[in-house]
């Protein structure tokens, strides 16, 4: 540290962080409770104290003092190595700040008040399959994301500036190069795997009760690591990962008594983001260095849990055992080839969420083009569940009955923005893909290690290429300092192709 002023500035900045830190996390207590314990009664008035809380937050976030902090520290920030703490600290809140600045509050209160209000009628449309009773309100937000682009222009495609904000310096150029040679290449193997004859899951779907499934759940989560200690896990209706501080980072499941790989697969993705925040440097408690690098990495560090790790069979060379004791009448007669085809089961489907790790990727990129196609104004709102149905049909050769498993299936688009989510749940599994790689590089027993049912080596290599890091670098920095290079799709396909070529008898 140098001058005494600049001491000062940043122990005043430091405080002012902490404090909008604190707000956010009080607010993500909130919406934990909204979603997992609240009783409907409480509902207004929760709408009302969250609203509160996240205007405080807002105008903490955008207070002047704060700019005039960064101003004063810029010099120290330039005299000290770009991955040092403090100067990774200034560059991360500056450019939070000025992001923030730029958008007026009453357009953020407008833009919350237009979500609720979509959210609320999509929750009435679905169920009806009303896409037309949809159409001006999904218009709406087309208009609203293109209204919040615009604050930031000049960018080079109306989609880059919702990218930033969950992947900043990932641009639609980059994200559309990436997946037109993914699919490409994903394309041919998905129509050689559905050609084989499909894995048989029933041993999946026969009844597995609630109680069971909840011990069996836990105690695989401890195995992997999941510190119940600085963690929970509870019931809710879609999984979430939420965290108020980094000594409490707690998950959420839903169990399904008729489908064993529900409740186990989504509890295991979500520990895997909660793995993630847990192993950010403590010292960074409180400020914006406090959080997971991009939406991209976060969902690396999930899928690798899921889909590398848990949907593995060295993985069920160990774990088919305590699980088969767990549900003995079940799987006491399913050995473990059978077990692993039926998790790795592969299928043409229409809903992206319960899409297996093969077809999911195909089911992102139509959402991908069809937002850039709707915010470039290429396509018409009146257009979208023909030209949903068609990509369906030509990338994934199944056809929507109608539009409540098509176009309406989930939330994105009527609760939030149109542009600058779904693509980083490909990205995510292109990042594990070479993430996956280079941890077996330097640590070639990952494999053998977690057929014993530890996980140590894995942890250990996470922890100090990635977790401990948390924000202090963007998706191309981390990727480049592990990996000496950008993001590449090749990776990620030798691993599916070792994984399914051999599973489904492929040549
Ligand atoms: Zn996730």
């Keep these: 540290m140098t001058g005494t002023s600049e001491t000062r500035a940043l122990t005043e900045l430091k405080q002012k962080l902490s404090e909008t830190w604190d707000l956010t996390m009080i607010h993500g207590l909130l919406d934990w409770d909204q979603s997992t314990y609240m009783p409907p009664g409480g509902g207004p008035a929760r709408a009302r104290q969250s609203a509160l809380i996240a205007g405080l937050a807002h105008e903490r976030r955008t207070d002047r003092e704060v700019g005039r902090l960064l101003d004063r520290l810029r010099p120290y920030e330039e005299s000290l190595p770009y991955d040092s703490d403090d100067a990774s600290l200034i560059r991360v809140a500056r450019r939070a700040f000025e992001r923030a600045s730029r958008v007026p509050p009453a357009f953020m209160a407008e833009l919350s008040r237009h979500f609720n209000l979509s959210y609320q009628a999509w929750a009435v449309a679905r169920p009806q399959n009303d896409f037309a009773g949809m159409a001006p309100l ?51 193997l998905v129509r050689a795997i559905v050609a084989m004859p499909p894995a048989d899951d029933a041993c999946l779907k026969q009844h597995y009760p609630r109680g069971e499934q909840w011990a069996i759940n836990e105690s ?37 008594e008729h489908d064993l790989g529900y409740a186990l697969f989504s509890t295991i993705h979500e520990a895997g983001h909660a793995m ?57 007669g399913v050995d473990l080839e059978t077990f692993y085809r ?20 195909l089911h992102v990129m139509i959402r991908f083009d069809l937002e850039l196609a709707l915010l470039e104004g290429r396509l018409a709102v009146k257009d979208l569940p023909d030209a949903w149905n068609a990509r369906y049909a030509a990338d994934l050769g199944v056809a929507p009955p109608d539009d409540r498993d098509g176009v309406l299936q989930d939330v994105h688009w009527y609760a939030g923005f ?10 995510g599994n292109i990042l594990c893909g070479q993430l996956h790689e280079a941890a077996l590089v330097s640590h070639p ?8 049912g530890n996980f140590e080596a894995l942890h250990a290599w996470l922890g100090s290429e990635v977790h401990r890091h948390g924000a202090k670098f963007t998706t191309a920095e981390l990727v480049q300092r592990i990996t000496n290079g950008p993001l590449r799709i090749e990776p990620y396909l030798a691993y599916l192709e070792a994984k399914y070529v051999p599973l489904y008898g492929l040549d």
Excluded at 342 to 361: G, P, Q, W
Excluded at 418 to 427: E, H, K, P, R, S
């Design 418 to 427: 149109v542009g600058g989510a779904f693509q980083g749940y490909t990205l």
């Design 342 to 361: 039926a998790i790795n089961r592969v299928e043409r489907s229409l809903i992206r969420t319960e899409a297996d790790e093969v077809t999911y990727n």
């Design 445 to 452: 027993s990952i494999s053998a290690d977690c057929a014993q």
């Design 138 to 188: 999904l218009q709406k937000t087309i208009d609203l994301s293109r209204r919040y682009a615009d604050y930031f222009s000049p960018y080079d495609h109306i989609a880059d500036p919702l990218i930033a904000e969950a992947d900043y310096g990932v641009t639609a150029a980059e994200v559309t190069q990436l997946f037109g040679r993914l699919r490409e290449r994903l394309a041919p």
């Design 220 to 256: 695989i989560l401890r195995s992997i690591g999941y510190d119940f200690e600085r963690g929970r896990l509870d019931v809710t209706h879609h999984p979430f990962m939420t965290k108020f501080s980094l000594g409490d980072v707690r998950i959420t499941t839903r169990v399904d």
């Design 276 to 332: 993630y925040e847990l192993g950010i440097d403590p010292a960074f408690e409180g400020t914006p260095l406090a959080d997971g690098a991009s939406s991209s990495v976060h969902e690396s560090q999930s899928r690798l849990w899921e889909n590398f790790v848990s949907r593995s069979l060295p993985f069920w060379q160990f774990f088919l055992k305590p699980l088969k004791a767990a549900f003995p009448a079940q799987l006491g």
